[in-house]
């Protein structure tokens, strides 16, 4: 069976530049400015509307009480997790093509789509403190990275994501109660444990000398349609939205390595010692359990095919590259 993964080359395809994958690799994350048109943004805001006025009902939400105030709608949720599985147009975005012909690039060729989050973030709400996704989503290999989506204009005053540079490059600091977290357990001299992950609270959540180690966060300001991609080690948060009338929507999703090992299902039992049949792969193939789209979106895979392997080179022994097969191995040398 041979596995020759190729970019499918379809109208609107996304193509990543060498320095935007370098720029990734070196800083932990990678902005992409207007990767949504406006249409689709008025997609994903029309499915915050109609959540928010109970338009669009939900498993486990309460219908919206007759009459109910703004005030009242605001205080039911500020975000919902795994939306993907009970709408199809949070499928459409998890899976959105533009999104994963990214994701094709920075930890492809096969991608595996783990989590949806709508965030509504209505003045005076939101936020959360220092935290890596990765202490949350666990991947094997490590994989893991995130996609925040800006559906409204995304600035310091309404709450947008800070970053702390340098920290893409950190191990994932393991919580008191699971030194074996994501690391071998021994593997480091001196990981320590740390405490109150995501609190808001900088003097209790220990992460926060962390994400100052390498420099001064910094914000990360949206517009409408502007993607985030970030690895699972990044040090980031957020703060409440401290305007008086603007809110701050974000779409955001997880991703890894279609061939990663993920023994994850947002705290929902499965069965079996990894959730991968849960998860639904958006590009190439992989050896692990997979799912379909539930709602039929698009994806595009690339099973392998019968037939001879494609050559591999190495190093012939005066530096010419080779094709493998030419290459003598040790049990093949005659004396």
């Not at 949070?90 to 989590?115: K, N, S, T």
């Not at 997979?290 to 591999?312: C, I, M």
């Amino acid at each position: 069976m041979s596995h020759l993964p190729r970019a499918a080359d379809r109208p609107g395809r996304f193509k990543v530049a060498v320095d935007q994958y370098v720029a990734y690799q070196r800083d932990g994350f990678l902005v992409v400015p207007s990767l949504l048109s406006g249409e689709d943004v008025e997609v994903l805001l029309g499915l915050a509307e109609d959540i928010l006025w109970g338009r669009e009902p939900l498993p486990g939400l309460e219908p919206v009480p007759e009459g109910a105030s703004l005030d009242l709608l605001y205080s039911r949720f500020t975000r919902i997790h795994m939306l993907h599985r009970a709408s199809p147009r949070a499928e459409w975005g998890l899976l959105h093509p533009r999104v994963l012909d990214v994701l094709e690039a920075l930890i492809g060729p096969d991608v595996l789509a783990l989590q949806s989050m709508l965030f509504l973030n209505p003045p005076g709400r939101g936020g959360q403190g220092w935290h890596q996704d990765a202490y949350y989503i666990t991947t094997f290999p490590d994989t893991l990275i995130g996609v925040w989506i800006a559906l409204d204009r995304a600035d310091v005053e309404n709450g947008c994501l800070w970053v702390a540079p340098g920290t893409g490059h950190e191990p994932i600091y393991p919580p008191t109660r699971a030194p074996a977290h994501v690391h071998a357990a021994g593997a480091f001299q001196d990981l320590r444990e740390i405490e109150n992950a995501s609190h808001l609270d900088e003097r209790v959540n220990t992460l926060s000398p962390v994400a100052r180690k390498h420099g001064e966060p910094f914000p990360i300001e949206l517009n409408p349609g502007d993607a985030l991609f970030f690895n699972g080690h990044l040090l980031h948060r957020s703060h409440p939205n401290r305007t008086k009338d603007r809110m701050r929507r974000a779409f955001v999703c997880h991703y890894c390595n279609g061939r990663s090992w993920v023994p994850w299902n947002h705290g929902a039992p499965f069965e079996g010692d990894c959730a991968n049949g849960l998860h639904i792969l958006g590009r190439g193939w992989s050896h692990l359990p997979f799912a379909a789209p539930k709602f039929d979106s698009p994806v595009w895979l690339s099973p392998p095919k019968e037939g001879s392997r494609p050559d591999r080179l190495m190093g012939g022994n005066e530096g010419s590259m080779e094709p493998e097969s030419g290459i003598a191995l040790i049990g093949d040398l005659k004396t």
